[in-house]
């Protein structure tokens, strides 16, 4: 047999090849996964500043209503529009004294047991 017979073997590299093509692409799936996944952080903190924007807005909005409610519902303000719209709105009748109830608290009987403070703490032993 003559020595100079060519070897069976592949002239082009698979193994190695396909080695590589699975290495890229695991490297650019993890690369892309990680700026997608930055890309959502700034996204959902961008969100979060504008409901933060929000939240203060509605806050103050809040606040402003709440003090004209108690500007126009004070005693002043009721009897100023008592006096400007005499027929229209309700009238301030001061409470008569007859129609007050008043409650005593009564003396406590020797016989009755009295209300006390319960603690759960356990005593040391």
């Not at 002239?11 to 290495?23: D, E, K, M, N, S």
């Not at 890229?24 to 799936?29: E, I, P, S």
């Not at 959502?40 to 504008?50: A, F, W």
């Amino acid at each position: 047999m003559s020595s100079n017979r060519r070897r069976n073997a592949n002239l082009l590299p698979v193994a190695r090849i396909l080695l590589l093509g699975v290495l890229l692409l695991t490297v650019g799936g993890g690369a892309l996964f990680y700026v997608n996944a930055k890309n959502e952080v700034h996204r959902n903190g961008q969100r979060k500043k504008d409901l933060e924007r929000e939240l203060i807005a509605l806050e103050t909005k809040d606040e402003v209503i709440c003090s004209r409610i108690a500007k126009l519902s004070s005693f002043d303000a009721l009897r100023k529009r008592q006096s400007q719209e005499q027929e229209v709105f309700a009238k301030l009748v001061p409470v008569s004294d007859n129609l007050v109830v008043r409650l005593q608290e009564r003396a406590p009987v020797a016989g009755e047991a009295q209300v006390r403070t319960v603690s759960n703490l356990q005593p040391k032993r």
